[in-house]
């Protein structure tokens, strides 16, 4: 079966740094595009960034863009966010996803991890 398992979060200060990851295991992760999305209390899921399936390609929202870097290592089946200058705002559960679509769509990712929250203190 399925499954993604995202690490990493944490409560940090305003300026500080994380690193998410995600491990998946039951599919050929190599093939897949990776996403991250974030959901804030009262808040519509958002996306965050996305990576093409070989690494070579990625995108990222407006408001991260600069301050996040995704990534991802095939060898190990894992996938990175970066965050630096985290924000209050930044505040929220971190979603990764794998998708056969290279988009920042929630809808094209069939598989989801569990979440890893990140706050952000002022």
């Known amino acids: 079966q399925v499954q993604l398992v995202e690490s990493g979060g944490g409560l940090v200060q305003t300026g500080d740094s994380l690193r998410l990851s995600c491990t998946a295991s039951?599919?050929?992760?190599?093939?897949?595009?990776m996403g991250w999305f974030r959901q804030a209390p009262g808040k519509e899921r958002e996306s965050v960034a996305a990576?093409?399936?070989?690494?070579?390609?990625?995108m990222y929202d407006d408001s991260v863009q600069g301050r996040f870097t995704i990534s991802r290592d095939n060898a190990n089946d894992t996938g990175y966010l970066e965050m630096t200058s985290l924000k209050p705002e930044d505040t929220a559960i971190y979603y990764c996803?794998?998708?056969?679509?290279?988009?920042?769509?929630?809808?094209?990712?069939?598989?989801w991890g569990q979440g890893t929250q990140v706050t952000v203190a002022s």
């Open positions: 996803a794998l998708g056969r679509t290279f988009r920042m769509l929630a809808y094209e990712y069939p598989y």
């Open positions: 039951g599919l050929t992760f190599s093939i897949y595009a």
């Open positions: 990576i093409i399936w070989s690494g070579d390609e990625a």
